[in-house]
């Protein structure tokens, strides 16, 4: 008898404990659902802010890309992969050792120098007395000697033999040209692109950005104890979709450089450069346009 209220007993705890345990699994998922609604967020959107979504499965296929190059009297349109300003074809392509914003390669010396020598701004100092009673100077006369300003124009400035009077220092390039050899410019075959423009103008404002926010990130990478591998190139793959007054509607990243800090010195980038007014009419779909960038950051 006294086993049969034994067993009782148990069964009337156990069910007693199942009661129990259901409502409260039944309690915390009403809980859930009523949070995730309050958290749910506003389908009201400002288009003028930037949003941000990751696609893992991208590839980024880029058929042509848009480069700068030194100009050659040859404009035939060449069979290429780089669309420039105009239809440029050389004998050779190369693309300039030095990284920076795009400059032609001046007249000079490799090994010269930028800054004025010491007679160069003595005897500019003297010329600011000239009056025109001294053009008529003797050919014996110290100051103003043929020997004089040979030695001025040997004062040479960094440059190359080969390179335009009319530029100073070496050839820079900040394009990803990574099949193009070393050489002292940057030559490429390019076929004319019709945005070509707008599309410079976008670089021209994304440079006064890009290399201090790839430093500041760069900081943090290495106070954070990690390093970046070297010998690779890690890019940032990026979809800016722009309204018909070109201001940022949309950054998407196509493909990620495997490093959040990177790839966030890339968006920061493009926002603080942003916006770029007057998108070409013919960029626009339905009073949006679409353009692709790549930010490379080579070690």
């Given amino acids: 008898m006294d086993k049969i209220f034994q067993e009782k007993k148990i069964h009337f705890k156990l069910s007693w404990f199942i ?21 749910k967020p506003s389908e009201k959107s400002d288009e003028h802010i930037v949003k941000l979504r990751l696609l893992n499965n991208y590839k980024n296929k880029i058929k042509k890309q848009i480069v700068q190059t030194e100009q050659t009297y040859n404009n035939e349109k060449a069979d290429s992969a780089f669309l420039g300003k105009n239809n440029n074809k050389v004998a050779r392509q190369t693309r300039a050792a030095n990284t920076g914003k795009f400059k032609s390669a001046g007249v000079g010396r490799r090994n010269g120098s930028l800054s004025k020598s010491k007679t160069t701004k003595n005897l500019t100092k003297k010329m600011k007395n000239l009056n025109f009673s001294d053009i008529g100077y003797k050919a014996n006369k110290k100051d103003y000697s043929e020997k004089k300003f040979k030695k001025i124009s040997q004062a040479a400035r960094k440059g190359l033999r080969s390179g335009s009077h009319l530029s100073k220092g070496l050839g820079q390039s900040n394009d990803f040209l990574e099949d193009i050899p070393l050489g002292d410019f940057t030559k490429l075959n390019t076929q004319e692109f019709e945005f070509y423009g707008f599309y410079n103008r976008i670089r021209e404002k994304l440079e006064q950005f890009w290399g201090r ?10 106070k954070s104890g990690r390093s970046l591998a070297s010998d690779a190139n890690h890019i940032t793959a990026l979809e800016i979709e722009l309204n018909s007054l ?5 950054v998407d990243v196509k493909s990620a450089s495997g490093i959040r800090e990177l790839d966030s010195a890339a968006i920061e980038t493009f926002n603080q450069a942003g916006p ?11 009073g949006r346009a679409k353009i692709k960038w790549s930010f490379v950051v080579n070690t």
């Fill in 246 to 250: 070109g201001e940022i509607v949309k």
């Fill in 19 to 39: 009661a129990c345990s259901l409502f409260l699994h039944a309690a915390i998922l009403v809980s859930k659902t009523s949070t995730m609604e309050f958290f």
């Fill in 213 to 222: 926010n790839i430093q500041d990130q760069a900081d943090k990478i290495m």
């Fill in 276 to 286: 770029f007014p007057n998108p070409p009419s013919k960029m626009l779909k339905s």
